[in-house]
Structures are given as structure tokens and as C-alpha cells.
T-cell receptor
Framework: NAGVTQTPKFRVLKTGQSMTLLCAQD?????MYWYRQDPGMGLRLIHY???????AKGEVPDGYNVSRLKKQNFLLGLESAAPSQTSVYFC???????????????FGPGTRLLVL | KQEVTQIPAALSVPEGENLVLNCSFT??????LQWFRQDPGKGLTSLLL?????REQTSGRLNASLDKSSGRSTLYIAASQPGDSATYLC????????????????FGSGTKLNVKP
């Protein structure tokens, strides 16, 4: 049971380049989330998904797109990277949104992205 | 918009000391509050989740309390150990409003704890 995995672990991009971050979970969770963590600002929700084929915007969605074609995978895309997107990106998943057990989020190890 | 504040930003204590970490939030219309631990270069691990109707939750040496009306939560760590050294984050799940039926999360920036041997 690998839990939540993220690839790549680290990436350097030039301004304007595109890339996709992959998140995979093997716990059969319905809900998946993408966050970014910046120094002194805590985590902020970018996009989330409440099930296969569904996605929705979080707190800071601009400049990002997501897809949930398979239940176990949640992809985060940057179409044209900007220096302001330099951050650590975390993926998380949970069973659902009701009850203590269902709501516990399991986090991946993070992807460090540097945009020059 | 909900704002979550954690004070202090960093804390250093000798091993064996009992300590309290603080979390405050501006909007009391929360669904629940969670405390997480984050080790350097790692993701977050959920420690305790308190529903809005509850006052506290306990797990081992950890006890989290919630005072929803005053917008405060505390994480009490008893008999601290060097292995407790990490960053502790609190997060509130906001009640859904109007047509937005998803309870949004808001995280504090964390308290970095160092427990000295």
C-alpha cells in the first residue's frame, strides 16, 4: 500500500514552459486535492475533485488546470509557467467529506517546483 | 474570508516539557478543525480532527481543544520528546455557503517546534 504518491519530486522550469504533476492514490478514495505551500502562508487549495470525472476550483485556481480521468489519479497542469508558481505542491486524498474517518486527508510527499 | 493564525511561528523547549500550540480563526462558522504534523521535506500527517460540535479530542500524549465561539484551538503536547520536533499546522474546514456546497479548507502557516534533548 503506497498511499499517495507524487511525481516528479523536483522540477525546474523556464517561464512559459508547461508541465503536468501526477498524483496517484491506491486507497480507493473518492476525494482528491491539490494544494500549494508557500513560506509563511500555509497551504492553499488549488483544485479538488469529489469523484472520477469531476473537478472544481479551490482558493487559488488561476494558471492551473486539472483532470481526474481515473479515480486513482489526479493531474495538475501548468500551461505556461510563471515565477509566481514557484512553490511546493502537495496532493491529498480522502474517502469523503462526512465523519472523522472519511475526512482524514492523506498527503503525498510533495513536488518542489522552481520556475525561472 | 477565513483567516487562520498560529502563534508562535517557532518554539524551542527542553525535552520533557508540556507545551501548548495555539491556533485562531476569524470566522466561527466552521465544520471542523484538524491538526497536522509536517516533517521537513515531507507531506502532512493528520493528528487530530475535532468536529464543530466537539470540545476536544485526545490521542496519546496529544490533546486538542476547540472553542468555536471564540475562534480558538489549542494543541497540548505532554512530556515532549525530540521526536516531536516538526512543524504543526492547524486547518479549519469552513461551512459551505449558498450555492458552493463544498466546505473549503483554510490552513495556518504553522508552528515550528524544536524539542531539545
Amino acid at each position: 500500500n503506497a498511499g499517495v504518491t507524487q511525481t516528479p519530486k523536483f522540477r525546474v522550469l523556464k517561464t512559459g514552459q508547461s508541465m503536468t504533476l501526477l498524483c496517484a492514490q491506491d486507497m480507493n478514495h473518492e476525494y482528491m486535492y491539490w494544494y500549494r505551500q508557500d513560506p509563511g502562508m500555509g497551504l492553499r487549495l488549488i483544485h479538488y475533485s469529489v469523484g472520477e470525472g469531476t473537478t472544481a476550483k479551490g482558493e487559488v485556481p488561476d494558471g492551473y488546470n486539472v483532470s481526474r480521468l481515473k479515480k486513482q489519479n489526479f493531474l495538475l497542469g501548468l500551461e505556461s509557467a510563471a515565477p509566481s508558481q514557484t512553490s511546493v505542491y502537495f496532493c491529498a486524498s480522502s474517502y469523503g467529506t462526512s465523519g472523522r474517518i472519511a475526512e482524514t486527508q492523506y498527503f503525498g510527499p510533495g513536488t518542489r517546483l522552481l520556475v525561472l | 474570508k477565513q483567516e487562520v493564525t498560529q502563534i508562535p511561528a517557532a518554539l524551542s523547549v527542553p525535552e520533557g516539557e508540556n507545551l501548548v500550540l495555539n491556533c485562531s480563526f476569524t470566522d466561527s462558522a466552521i465544520y471542523n478543525l484538524q491538526w497536522f504534523r509536517q516533517d521537513p521535506g515531507k507531506g502532512l500527517t493528520s493528528l487530530l480532527l475535532i468536529q464543530s460540535s466537539q470540545r476536544e479530542q485526545t490521542s496519546g500524549r496529544l490533546n486538542a481543544s476547540l472553542d468555536k465561539s471564540s475562534g480558538r484551538s489549542t494543541l497540548y503536547i505532554a512530556a515532549s520528546q525530540p521526536g516531536d520536533s516538526a512543524t504543526y499546522l492547524c486547518a479549519v474546514r469552513q461551512e459551505a455557503r449558498l450555492r458552493d456546497n463544498f466546505n473549503k479548507f483554510y490552513f495556518g502557516s504553522g508552528t515550528k517546534l524544536n524539542v531539545k534533548p
